[in-house]
């Protein structure tokens, strides 16, 4: 037998040089770099999949915190929530009280501005000085075909809303001049409310009328229902302000969930279109709705 012996020139692929070896080393040594070839290729594959994970895992923490910022945000406009009832101010401590201001943006958030009695006032209107002029933001006037103007909702406002018309106080206007005051029965000026131990409404303390003219009430716009339509909010006979004083105010709440849109309606009072020679009408329509009464003649509303 001949034993032949076979040299292989190759290039060392980790120094970049050329190297000469018999071909025993040469399989034995090309096995070994596939080998660490194969180990490069794992530890690479693996650093990667931890990359994965890790982005992973970045990823999912961004979005818990984005999501925890979002839930300790402040209130959307579909998130209105009811505001509680206004508490008295004590005799003694009117001047060092503040309320939370009760009105929205008009993006929907619950003003942040605090109230003080403006005229030692045992429970002054709820609304800081920017929402007297501007109104509400949750609610809108709008233009009526007939009625010239009626107040909507911006949002869906939820039921037991609190909303308050608030006016100069003055005297009663003819019948023949247009006007939308409303009597004005001041609080009690320890209790801060307008009823009787037995729950009654007081009735012996009229002192005027609250006129919005001039002024940025916005409830003076909303319409009184019409045959065919039924109130979506009325007046609790909660009074704000002082007896004598120069401003005043009444509380509403609404009776239900007003979608957005529809329109905000409170009964007038027969009497007051009797005194007018008006006579009463449906007011909803397309754009803004009334809420109707559960009726199979409702008359479809006006466009």
Known sequence: SITVHLNVVYRNKTYGQLQTASLTNFKNSLSSMKLNEKSERKVTVKSKAVRKKLNRSSTALLATSSTTKKSHSTPTATEIIPQKPQKTFKPNDVEGCTVQCWAHTKSGVRCTAHVKTR????IPVPYCEVHM???DGALKVVHHPIAGKCLVARYDLPAKYRIIFWGKRGRCQPCDKED???SYF???KITGRNREKDGTTKANNYNGVLNPGDTGDVIQYAACPGPNERQNMRSTFQYFGKRNGNIGGLEFVTLEIIPKNTQLCHWYGSGWWKERG???INV???KYPAPLRAKKDAK????
């Open 119 to 122: 005229e030692g006032e045992p």
């Open 133 to 135: 002029k501007s109104g």
């Open 180 to 182: 939308r005051a409303i």
């Open 186 to 188: 001041p609080p009690n």
């Open 278 to 280: 008006l006579k009463r």
């Open 284 to 286: 909803g329509t397309t």
């Open 300 to 303: 479809v509303p006006r466009k």
